[in-house]
């Protein structure tokens, strides 16, 4: 059986529980029991994003426990952990990429699936449509992207989906320099830049959390 170790990201008023070997499954509830319960219920689903049959079986062992702010209470693991400043090696890189763009394909899928149908009533109001929430998942990659040390590209690509791409690949090429230890393409002056594992499990996790969303709302 399949061990994930695990962080506990704690706020005020809502817990996150982080796979921290698997970029993008983090689950929050009202406290640790409650946030290890919602992982444990996605685990079948991050197995099929992430190619792995096994997590779906997995059990948890939790290793830390971070300090959660408003941004947790809100719904974002906005805590970096003691894991995430770990280097990463050629095939380290080469792992994290790849469950990293499992994370957007998983969310390019839901938005095809999407299109044209009806979406229920979602979060916070009611939840964006699906136009609206293709290009929020779009503006938090450049706002992630700046996090890490690169500007955003310029000029712009016309219409939406070439916008994605040029910003993915971006993405790519300045993870890939910050994984090295050099200085990415672009820079920017941002003074306290996510280390490359932080930033994938961060920009994994809000992909997915609007995939499964989109998959929940689907009338």
Do not use: C
Not at 39 to 47: G, H
Request: glycine fraction near 10%; avoid cysteine; aromatic fraction near 6%.
């Amino acid at each position: 059986m399949t061990t994930v170790r695990v962080a506990l990201e704690a706020g005020a008023r809502r817990t996150f529980a982080i796979a921290l070997d698997w970029p993008g499954w983090a689950r929050s509830g009202k406290g640790e029991e409650e946030a290890l319960a919602r992982l444990a219920e996605y685990a079948a689903r991050y197995a099929k994003v992430a190619g792995e049959p096994d997590l779906a079986g997995a059990t948890f062992e939790v290793v830390e426990r971070l300090l959660g702010g408003s941004g947790t209470d809100f719904g974002v693991p906005g805590t970096t952990a003691k894991a995430d400043e770990r280097p990463l090696t050629p095939r380290d890189l080469q792992r994290e990429r790849r469950l990293l763009e499992a994370a957007w394909k998983a969310f390019d899928s839901s938005a095809r699936r999407a299109r044209g149908k009806e979406l229920r009533a979602g979060p916070r109001g009611g939840g964006r449509g699906l136009d609206k929430m293709q290009a929020h998942v779009q503006e938090a990659e450049e706002a992630y992207l700046h996090q890490l040390g690169s500007r955003r590209p310029r000029p712009p690509a016309d219409g939406q989906s070439a916008r994605t791409r040029q910003v993915r690949a971006a993405v790519l090429a300045a993870l890939d320099a910050r994984a090295r230890g050099e200085e990415p393409p672009n820079p920017n002056a941002v003074r306290k830049p996510w280390t490359p594992r932080y930033f994938v499990r961060r920009s994994a996790w809000h992909a997915l959390d609007h995939a499964w969303e989109l998959e929940d709302r689907v009338l």
